[in-house]
């Protein structure tokens, strides 16, 4: 089964459970997995038969900066929602969420959540 990966998008968001999270926002790092069966699906080099990984960054993109949300997990549910709705004909999608700048004690890179979804309808 084929995948298509886009890793690492970055956006500056207002996410977060503190007023100064929300306030002055933060960078979040996203890598979105779809599955897609590329092997049986893109037989003529013609991009309608694939994922158009470009729109996909463009629903990600206005979805993450016109919502805001306490927790990233509840980012990553709708987002992850949204994205398979607009993408129906893929398998499956794994979204990971980063947040870089987390207010808690430790020497730490980022904290990251997961999530995965199929379109109800096959």
């Known amino acids: ?15 977060g459970v503190l007023p100064e999270e929300r306030r002055n926002g933060q960078q979040l790092g996203l890598d979105i997995a779809i599955k897609y069966p590329i092997e049986t699906k893109v ?9 158009n990984y470009a729109e996909v960054r463009n629903v990600t993109e206005h979805f993450i900066t ?27 999608i794994n979204i990971k969420i980063r ?11 980022n ?9 109800d309808a096959k």
Not at 112 to 117: D, F, K, T
């Open 1 to 15: 089964m084929g995948m298509i990966r886009i890793n690492n998008l970055r956006f500056h968001t207002f996410n």
């Open 111 to 119: 904290v990251e959540i997961e999530v995965q979804g199929a379109p």
């Open 43 to 51: 037989l003529h080099d013609d991009v309608h038969e694939t994922i």
């Open 66 to 92: 016109t919502h805001s949300y306490k927790l990233i997990e509840s980012l990553a549910n709708h987002l992850l929602e949204t994205l398979l709705a607009s993408f129906p004909t893929v398998d499956s």
């Open 99 to 109: 947040k870089f700048s987390v207010p808690m004690p430790g020497i730490f890179d």
